[in-house]
């Protein structure tokens, strides 16, 4: 099973809903990742998450907040969002992040997130 | 900010060989080059990995010289569903991606 699943496919949701983004992966890859990816752009990363520490937050605004309650997920809490946060939001997985392999990263469909 | 540098975009038609390449001038010892492919929103897809010399698997191959300063990604014989973005990144602690290239082929 080389599947990362993603869950809504869909979200809209207004400036003061809390809402979450659930990814999830059974291929015991230990590190977990978070990207955020606008329209005709590339993937930014957002947090990276090794054996369910975050290792990586690439300075990502409080109002998105992580969580990786066991090796197999991965959320992504929402709140008080801005309209330009709406964008595609990708999780992947991998064997780890470091080491003498190259790791590569599986990702998920995405979310697509509107925020009104 | 991400250590490769592709070219915006390039045009082909069906049946020809593509070759994108990638640089990477301050590649780390420990870097390992990847290669992905991704449709309009959709997550990328994993194309292809080396290290170094020539690396060949059932959909592409991977080019990378003695220096490894920079990549070339060979797709053979592409077809119009090979139109996408392929991005090339350096994979050992670093996962961000560069600008990729915007691949269209045509009839």
């Known amino acids: 099973d080389t599947e990362v699943t993603q869950t809504p496919k869909h979200l809209v949701m207004g400036m003061t809903n809390k809402k979450s983004l659930k990814c999830e992966q059974h291929?015991?890859?230990?590190?977990m990742y978070w990207y955020k990816q606008k329209a005709k752009k590339p993937p930014e990363l957002m947090f990276v998450?090794?054996?369910?520490?975050?290792?990586i937050n690439e300075s990502v605004p409080s109002r998105f907040s992580p969580e990786c309650p066991n090796s197999s997920l991965l959320n992504l809490h929402l709140h008080a969002l801005q309209p330009e946060d709406s964008a595609l939001y990708l999780c992947?997985?991998?064997?780890?992040?470091?080491?003498?392999?190259?790791?590569?990263?599986?990702f998920g469909p995405g979310t697509r997130l509107t925020v009104t | 900010l991400a250590k490769t540098t592709q070219p915006i975009s390039m045009d082909s038609y069906e049946g020809q060989e593509v070759n994108i390449t990638c640089s990477h001038n301050?590649?780390?010892?420990?870097?390992?080059i990847t290669w992905y492919q991704q449709f309009p929103s959709q997550g990328p897809r994993f194309i292809i990995q080396?290290?170094?010399t020539k690396v060949t698997n059932e959909v592409a191959s991977l080019f990378i010289p003695a220096d490894r300063k920079s990549s070339t990604l060979s797709l053979p014989r592409v077809s119009l569903s090979d139109t996408a973005v392929y991005y090339c990144?350096?994979?050992?602690?670093?996962?961000?991606f560069g600008a990729g290239t915007r691949l269209t082929v045509k009839p």
């Open positions: 301050n590649i780390a010892t420990n870097d390992y």
């Open positions: 291929m015991g890859h230990r590190a």
């Open positions: 990144l350096l994979n050992n602690n670093d996962m961000r």
């Open positions: 992947a997985s991998s064997q780890r992040t470091t080491g003498s392999s190259g790791h590569e990263q599986y």
């Open positions: 080396g290290y170094k």
């Open positions: 998450y090794s054996y369910e520490k975050l290792s």
